[in-house]
């Protein structure tokens, strides 16, 4: 098996299941802070006891995902150093500053999230209360923020030069602050509010569909609808810059995604379809101009296409699929939230029909697809490079006869953690159920 016997290629699937997993409990790590902080403002402002307890019990599930994330994110940084020792003994010492502010922005969060926990009930202002969420929210805000330059800096290697194969006169704040950096960070932390906001939306619309008729719950869907439907938007705003970002920088990622192979003016956008002989889509839904005003904002401008770059730095093909996957359900969500909130502003019953709420359950696990999508996409396409233009995934991996058998140890860490996280969820809010929490604290149980 090429997995066993092959260590370039065992390094790479091993990275793919590791930042798969791990993406997961890191969107959710970053979106979820500020749906709790939300959630409690609203609830001071209102005076909703409905509000204040969604902060709380999101806060209690938070911690778990919190905890195996940080598990994962050490994996992470342990298998840069052990499947690609190359690339580390290269650029290590340029990315090693945003590493260590990821670290320290963690720490940062987790030290208030810890305080925001124990002090539920501490406070006769709980204004004050909130205000320890600003620090959460912001950890890990800017916690994404340094580690996505990491990932920019890949894209668009810069502060650097090459003398002899090593890299001098590094500057590690221009490299932190590369070309790629300002849409990558952007789009990674839209998206994470938006994932957060339908994932949360989804537990609230199954409970609902469980028959726990509960005030709790509607307001749950409402609000976190809402938001989903602002950061959707915003997630579509500025993936239209990010595509104007690769047509001009990383033009090669762009026409692999678009399956666009020929350099022309007035280009189409390729949605869908499958490649046949010759490498011609199929099956495909062609949007005229439309390519040229994603990469251009002209319908009449030239897209560079895939034959300008030379064959072995060209990404694969399948890219596009990804693409697609992503653009879809992108779209399918904003349309969703869009609905629902136009319906429930005019109290149509279409709001809460069983159907919009099976929707809005699908939602869910489709925003989580997406994410992975969109970094499948980013990561495929940047191939054949680790460090775009400078060191290919070869040169980067380890030789070791032993990736495969680490492959296997982690997939079952893996497993174990997620069935544990599913787990202990369920345990966590099963045994304990929002009417009986309500009345402890005096609240409305109906």
Known sequence: MPLFEDPVFGSRMLTLLTLTFHIIFATLGVGIPLMIMIAQWVGIKRNDMHYIMLARRWARGFV???????????????????????????????????????????????????????????????????LLLVPVAFGAAISAFFITTVNGFMNSPEGFSIVDGQMTGVNPIEAMFNTASPTKVTHVIATAFMTSSFVLAAVAAFKLLRRSNHDYH??????????????????????????????????????????????????????????????????????????????????????????????????????????????TIGMFMIGLSLIYWFASWRGWSVASSKLMRWLIVAGGPLSILAIEAGWWMAEFGRQPWILRGVMTVDEAATQSAYVGHMFVAFAGLYFILGVGVAVVLTKIFKDNPVELELGEQGGDRS
């Open 64 to 130: 778990v995902l919190v905890a195996v994330g940080v598990v994962t994110g050490t994996a992470i940084g342990l298998q840069l150093s052990l499947l690609w020792p190359e690339f580390m003994q290269l650029a290590g010492h340029v990315i090693a500053l945003p590493l260590f502010m990821e670290v320290f922005a963690f720490f940062f969060e987790a030290i208030f999230l810890g305080i925001y926990l124990y002090t539920w009930d501490r406070f006769e202002n709980q204004k004050k209360h909130l």
């Open 218 to 327: 509607k307001k749950a869907l409402h609000l976190t609808m809402k938001v989903g439907l602002v950061f959707a938007v915003a997630t579509a705003i500025v993936g239209d810059f990010s595509g104007k970002y690769l047509a001009e920088h990383q033009p090669e990622k762009l026409a692999a995604a678009e399956w666009h192979f020929e350099t022309e003016a007035e280009a189409p956008l390729v949605l869908y379809g499958v490649l046949g002989e010759g490498n011609e889509p199929e099956y495909a839904i062609e949007i005229p101009y439309a390519l040229s005003i994603l990469a251009h904002n002209d319908p009449f401008a030239e897209v560079e296409g895939l034959n300008e770059t030379p064959t072995d730095e060209q990404p694969p093909l399948f890219v596009h699929y990804f693409f697609d996957t992503m653009i």
